[in-house]
């Protein structure tokens, strides 16, 4: 270890506002990891800076005139831009007669003004302006009793989450961060200080405006043309030199708690919602590229599994149809696998409805950096590539304070929106709540009845100023979403990225979440599955499988551990759950212990009263039924399906490609989060079974599949020799 | 710029509406500080929307700079006002130490308010100028540069300062807020 040296305060400061280079950021987090004295300093400043926020958001904030405003108004409707030129300074005076003349009498008539003016502060008019000022700020006291929509709970976050959050304690205690992990900690490739790769921010603004703002015009940054495998490269490259233990990042995942084995005699029914998020799929590989194994929580059985496709047949009458294959687990082979696949009906894109879309794109500080911005414009452009004339775009941004980059526009016009793709730049601090509630205000502003209506937010999803209170934004996404605004969230970013945050909210919002950390993803989430990314086709999917106590000791279900949901909101329409989009694949694999498998449920006595019912035959050979309950997207009554399953006490030699892919996915996962219920499961074995999933491809499921299948053959090799045996 | 296509120039005066909505209070706020007279900072925040409504071609700001261009104009303005009042002593912007060295007159200290915004009080005027800015703006250093026209170096500096000013006053206030 280093002797530290000195850190100079104003550096701290830095830190603080987010004002650091990246590599000098990473660099300090490091010292501060080591330095718990220093660590708390920072905590204290950061806090005080929150009060600063706090507290300066009170002074108050006189509004123009409503006559003033009135004028404004006026006049650019009268087509201000088609004025004369620019007038010289020493005339402009004369050129804005009512102003003019409103000026000049103030300036003649001086000493009356001076004398009613120091110190002035009309407290009661300064108050009623406040209350309808649109850049209140969010949080805590400034605003709480102005505006009825602001009954803020602070501490709402907490509750929302059902599990514990991980990620508020990683905030709180960086160095914590790094213990429970292995090999080194999180922070190494993160340390990939990308200085020498940040698009140049800096470049661009030195001079300031004048007073006429003449030599004013659209500052650009210069687009960084950047390919994939340079910022592999770079990034990583710079990681390993950056030396071995910068130990520390600021991501933050909610903890996962693997489902246990549950006792069919005690409760034979298992409840969740579906989801088809994809992000930690993305996001493990990053990690294992990096030569790191991921945090724990960071790996989502559920997410790597829908990552790939699956031969699933598309059903034609239905929103989706299910298929169930039951065969051996590989890692216990006493025990069985139940594999459940859900696959949404495929709509042509092209024959997709009409759609309102409003992008809205973090251009705060921490955006900046080539797989981040440069890499949002470039998702974005290739989306834009595939709308047409039905289609509606626009782009709102958001960092200290948010704005309307471009109004909602006609993706004919795809010149006009490029252009202002284009010129999104990076830099201020984040406030996420902000830039939403405009998204969704110019969303409804051109909402298409019927059509599809989505806000897509771009982010890293660091929403650290302002409006951080998580509750008052998943209960503004969730009330928009019942409005019929969707969310989806493109996750961006390493180092700083917050997993949970993003999940949550596209969770909330009817949405999905990708993780997009290459080029060649963006095209998979956007171009391949623009359908299923954008166009929902049934909503509120919930599964309910009942187990057959004459055939099944006790299940687990594989992942989706934040979807469980509780028996009884199986039946309840109005408990929300996961939506499908159009061709969206979900599997969800159970394991099961088959009746006369030795198998001792854990922490749970025998039943004193309750007796197996009577073996009556009436189900023979069932091994559980599956129910089904789903929505039409703009339907608030749920249908049912359900399927009953036996167990044909298929081999794993046996099984479809599907079927071992699948579960050589969730071994990989289970091995990844060392997990208890990894069983026998070995590298070797997952790497066997992948290989012949991904040979045997089914060539209904097209060549980018069989790709997809046979990158993960390369992930396990890098997780094997990331991850400690077996 | 005259080619531009209606449909462009529509979009400008969504854009330029959206701006007015969103930034005139701030703004007023901001130049009445300045000026430390509300009427006068509507003044001429309805001015520096009125130049932002003219300016044409070029000079126009793009739509992720119209927030960094008003405060800047918004601040030109002020200050000619102030200079053409005699009230202020012109010095070159970008000198820290020369600029408002005396201490700001303290004020009377309402009584509710918080112990932070009476400290804020007694910095220099230029200090609580970019206090504000960052604070209530969420501008980044260098936004404030643009709009102060200070340097980005001299912003983190003016800024450290503050806090660490703002710190030890509310400190010493009880810590209270």
Same mark, same amino acid.
């Given at each position: 270890?280093? #002797?530290?040296?000195?850190?100079?305060?104003?550096?701290?400061?830095?830190?603080?506002?987010?004002?650091? %280079?990246?590599?000098?950021?990473?660099?300090?987090?490091?010292?501060?990891?080591?330095? %718990?004295?220093?660590?708390?300093?920072?905590?204290?400043?950061?806090?005080?800076?929150?009060?600063?926020?706090?507290?300066?958001?009170?002074?108050?904030?006189?509004?123009?005139?409503?006559?003033?405003?009135?004028?404004?108004?006026?006049?650019?409707?009268?087509?201000?831009?088609?004025?004369?030129?620019?007038?010289?300074?020493?005339?402009?005076?004369?050129?804005?007669?009512?102003?003019?003349?409103?000026?000049? =009498?103030?300036?003649?008539?001086?000493?009356?003004?001076?004398?009613?003016?120091?110190?002035?502060?009309? $407290?009661?008019? !300064?108050?009623?302006?406040?209350?309808?000022?649109?850049?209140?700020? &969010?949080?805590?006291?400034?605003?709480? @009793?102005?505006?009825?929509?602001?009954?803020?709970?602070?501490?709402?976050?907490?509750?929302?989450?059902? &599990?514990?959050?991980?990620?508020?304690?990683?905030?709180?205690? %960086?160095?914590?961060?790094?213990?429970?992990?292995?090999?080194?900690?999180?922070? *190494?490739?993160?340390? @990939?200080?990308?200085?020498? /790769?940040?698009?140049?921010?800096?470049?661009?603004?030195?001079?300031?405006?004048?007073?006429?703002?003449?030599?004013?015009?659209?500052?650009?940054?210069?687009?960084?043309?950047?390919?994939?495998?340079?910022?592999?490269?770079?990034?990583?490259?710079?990681?390993?030199?950056?030396?071995?233990?910068?130990?520390? /990042?600021?991501?933050?995942?909610? =903890? +996962?708690?693997?489902?246990?084995?549950?006792?069919?005699?005690?409760?034979?029914?298992?409840?969740?919602?579906?989801?088809?998020?994809?992000?930690?799929?993305?996001?493990?590989?990053?990690?294992?590229?990096?030569?790191?194994?991921?945090?724990? $929580?960071?790996?989502?059985?559920?997410?790597?599994?829908?990552?790939?496709?699956?031969?699933?047949?598309?059903?034609?009458?239905?929103?989706?149809?299910?298929?169930?294959?039951?065969?051996?687990?590989?890692?216990?082979?006493?025990?069985?696998?139940?594999?459940?696949?859900? *696959?949404?009906?495929?709509?042509?894109?092209?024959?997709?409805?009409?759609? /309102?879309?409003?992008?809205?794109?973090?251009?705060?500080?921490?955006?900046?950096?080539?797989?981040?911005?440069?890499?949002?414009?470039?998702?974005?452009?290739?989306?834009?590539?595939?709308?047409?004339?039905?289609?509606? +775009?626009?782009?709102?941004?958001?960092?200290?304070?948010?704005?309307?980059?471009?109004?909602?526009?006609?993706?004919?016009?795809?010149?006009?929106?490029?252009?202002?793709?284009?010129?999104? !730049?990076?830099?201020?601090?984040?406030?996420? @709540?902000?830039?939403?509630?405009?998204?969704?205000?110019?969303?409804?502003?051109?909402?298409?009845?019927?059509?599809?209506?989505?806000?897509?937010?771009?982010?890293?999803?660091?929403?650290?100023?302002?409006?951080?209170?998580?509750?008052?934004?998943?209960?503004?996404?969730?009330?928009?979403?019942?409005?019929? +605004?969707?969310?989806?969230?493109?996750?961006?970013?390493?180092?700083?990225?917050?997993?949970?945050?993003?999940?949550?909210?596209? $969770?909330?919002?009817?949405?999905?979440?990708?993780?997009?950390?290459?080029?060649?993803?963006?095209?998979?989430?956007?171009?391949?599955?623009?359908?299923?990314?954008?166009? #929902? +086709?049934?909503?509120?999917?919930?599964?309910?499988?009942?187990?057959?106590?004459?055939?099944?000791?006790?299940?687990?279900?594989?992942?989706?551990?934040?979807?469980?949901?509780?028996?009884?909101?199986?039946?309840?329409?109005?408990?929300?759950?996961?939506?499908?989009?159009?061709?969206?694949?979900?599997?969800?694999?159970?394991?099961?212990?088959?009746?006369?498998?030795?198998?001792?449920?854990?922490?749970?006595?025998?039943?004193?009263?309750?007796?197996?019912?009577?073996?009556?035959?009436?189900?023979?050979?069932?091994?559980?039924?599956?129910?089904?309950?789903?929505?039409?997207?703009?339907?608030?009554?749920?249908?049912?399906?359900?399927?009953?399953?036996?167990?044909?006490?298929?081999?794993?030699?046996?099984?479809?490609?599907?079927?071992?892919?699948?579960?050589?996915?969730?071994?990989?996962?289970?091995?990844?989060?060392?997990?208890?219920? &990894? @069983?026998?499961?070995?590298?070797?074995?997952?790497?066997?079974?992948?290989?012949?999933?991904?040979?045997?491809?089914?060539?209904?499921?097209?060549?980018?599949?069989?790709?997809?299948?046979?990158?993960?053959?390369?992930?396990?090799?890098?997780?094997?020799?990331?991850?400690?045996?077996? | 710029?005259?080619?531009?296509?209606?449909?462009?120039?529509?979009?400008?005066?969504?854009?330029?509406?959206?701006?007015?909505?969103?930034?005139?209070?701030?703004?007023?706020?901001?130049?009445?500080?300045?000026?430390?007279?509300?009427?006068?900072?509507?003044?001429?925040?309805?001015?520096?929307?009125?130049?932002?409504?003219?300016?044409?071609?070029?000079?126009?700001?793009?739509?992720?700079?119209?927030?960094?261009?008003?405060?800047?104009?918004?601040?030109?303005?002020?200050?000619?006002?102030?200079?053409?009042?005699?009230?202020?002593?012109?010095?070159?912007?970008?000198?820290?130490?020369?600029?408002?060295?005396?201490?700001?007159?303290?004020?009377?200290?309402?009584?509710?308010?918080?112990?932070?915004?009476?400290?804020?009080?007694?910095?220099?005027?230029?200090?609580?100028?970019?206090?504000?800015?960052?604070?209530?703006?969420?501008?980044?250093?260098?936004?404030?540069?643009?709009?102060?026209?200070?340097?980005?170096?001299?912003?983190?500096?003016?800024?450290?300062?503050?806090?660490?000013?703002?710190?030890?006053?509310?400190?010493?206030?009880?810590?209270?807020?």
């Amino acid at each position: 270890m280093k #002797t530290q040296e000195r850190i100079p305060e104003d550096q701290l400061t830095r830190y603080v506002m987010g004002e650091l %280079p990246e590599a000098e950021q990473k660099a300090l987090e490091a010292v501060m990891a080591k330095d %718990p004295a220093l660590a708390r300093e920072v905590e204290t400043l950061r806090g005080f800076c929150g009060l600063l926020w706090t507290e300066l958001k009170k002074e108050p904030m006189p509004r123009l005139k409503p006559e003033q405003l009135a004028s404004l108004r006026q006049d650019l409707e009268q087509g201000a831009s088609s004025s004369p030129p620019r007038k010289s300074r020493k005339i402009w005076l004369a050129g804005i007669p009512l102003l003019a003349a409103a000026a000049a =009498a103030f300036f003649l008539v001086k000493p009356q003004i001076l004398s009613k003016s120091p110190g002035a502060h009309g $407290d009661a008019e !300064e108050v009623r302006f406040v209350a309808s000022a649109p850049e209140l700020p &969010k949080d805590e006291k400034a605003s709480a @009793g102005k505006r009825e929509a602001e009954s803020v709970v602070g501490k709402e976050v907490v509750q929302e989450k059902k &599990k514990l959050a991980l990620a508020e304690v990683r905030r709180d205690q %960086p160095t914590a961060a790094s213990s429970p992990l292995k090999s080194g900690g999180p922070g *190494k490739s993160m340390a @990939g200080a990308v200085a020498q /790769n940040r698009a140049p921010a800096g470049a661009t603004g030195a001079a300031p405006y004048g007073a006429l703002a003449d030599s004013r015009s659209r500052r650009l940054i210069p687009k960084p043309e950047m390919k994939k495998s340079d910022h592999y490269a770079a990034e990583f490259d710079d990681a390993e030199a950056n030396g071995a233990d910068l130990g520390m /990042n600021t991501e933050a995942y909610d =903890a +996962i708690v693997d489902n246990p084995f549950r006792a069919t005699a005690q409760d034979p029914l298992s409840t969740f919602s579906v989801d088809v998020d994809t992000a930690s799929y993305a996001n493990v590989r990053r990690f294992l590229e990096g030569g790191q194994t991921p945090p724990k $929580d960071a790996v989502r059985i559920e997410e790597l599994l829908n990552y790939f496709r699956y031969d699933y047949k598309a059903p034609t009458d239905r929103p989706f149809g299910v298929e169930v294959e039951v065969g051996e687990a590989p890692w216990k082979p006493e025990h069985r696998l139940v594999r459940i696949g859900i *696959k949404g009906k495929e709509g042509a894109f092209e024959a997709r409805k009409d759609s /309102n879309l409003v992008f809205l794109v973090d251009v705060s500080g921490s955006m900046n950096g080539p797989l981040r911005l440069p890499l949002v414009k470039q998702s974005l452009r290739m989306l834009v590539d595939k709308l047409d004339a039905n289609d509606r +775009i626009a782009l709102v941004v958001y960092a200290g304070t948010s704005g309307l980059v471009l109004p909602s526009t006609s993706a004919r016009e795809k010149a006009t929106i490029l252009d202002a793709i284009e010129r999104l !730049e990076a830099g201020g601090s984040t406030n996420g @709540g902000e830039g939403i509630q405009l998204a969704y205000k110019t969303a409804r502003q051109s909402f298409v009845k019927g059509g599809i209506n989505r806000v897509v937010l771009a982010s890293d999803g660091d929403f650290n100023v302002g409006i951080s209170n998580q509750g008052d934004l998943v209960r503004l996404i969730t009330k928009e979403a019942k409005d019929g +605004i969707f969310l989806s969230v493109l996750g961006f970013g390493i180092g700083n990225l917050k997993d949970s945050t993003m999940e949550k909210l596209a $969770d909330k919002g009817n949405g999905n979440y990708a993780y997009i950390d290459s080029l060649a993803e963006a095209k998979k989430v956007l171009v391949e599955e623009a359908g299923g990314t954008l166009v #929902t +086709i049934a909503k509120d999917v919930k599964l309910q499988l009942e187990f057959n106590p004459e055939a099944v000791q006790a299940f687990r279900l594989i992942g989706y551990e934040n979807r469980v949901l509780a028996h009884e909101d199986f039946n309840d329409d109005a408990k929300d759950a996961g939506d499908i989009g159009s061709g969206h694949t979900v599997t969800a694999l159970y394991e099961v212990v088959p009746k006369g498998v030795a198998f001792t449920p854990r922490g749970v006595d025998a039943m004193k009263y309750q007796k197996p019912a009577a073996a009556t035959g009436a189900h023979d050979g069932e091994l559980v039924t599956v129910k089904l309950r789903y929505k039409e997207p703009e339907g608030s009554k749920s249908s049912l399906i359900e399927y009953a399953v036996k167990d044909k006490g298929r081999k794993l030699a046996d099984a479809t490609a599907d079927y071992k892919f699948a579960a050589s996915v969730a071994g990989f996962g289970m091995l990844l989060r060392d997990s208890e219920y &990894k @069983g026998a499961a070995t590298w070797d074995q997952v790497m066997r079974l992948a290989t012949e999933g991904a040979k045997d491809t089914p060539a209904a499921l097209g060549p980018e599949q069989r790709a997809y299948r046979e990158g993960f053959l390369e992930l396990i090799k890098k997780a094997r020799k990331a991850a400690p045996s077996p | 710029m005259d080619e531009k296509s209606p449909s462009v120039r529509f979009d400008r005066k969504a854009q330029l509406t959206e701006a007015l909505e969103r930034l005139e209070a701030p703004l007023v706020r901001y130049a009445a500080k300045i000026l430390k007279d509300e009427e006068r900072g509507r003044d001429v925040v309805q001015e520096t929307f009125l130049r932002l409504w003219r300016v044409t071609g070029e000079a126009q700001p793009g739509p992720s700079a119209i927030t960094s261009w008003l405060f800047t104009v918004c601040r030109n303005l002020a200050f000619d006002v102030l200079r053409k009042e005699h009230r202020m002593v012109v010095v070159s912007s970008g000198d820290v130490e020369a600029t408002f060295a005396a201490p700001a007159p303290v004020e009377s200290q309402e009584d509710g308010l918080s112990s932070v915004l009476v400290a804020l009080k007694m910095l220099p005027p230029q200090h609580q100028e970019v206090v504000r800015l960052k604070f209530q703006q969420g501008f980044s250093y260098r936004d404030i540069a643009r709009v102060t026209g200070l340097s980005e170096s001299n912003v983190g500096f003016i800024l450290h300062q503050s806090i660490k000013k703002l710190r030890t006053a509310v400190a010493a206030a009880g810590g209270e807020a």
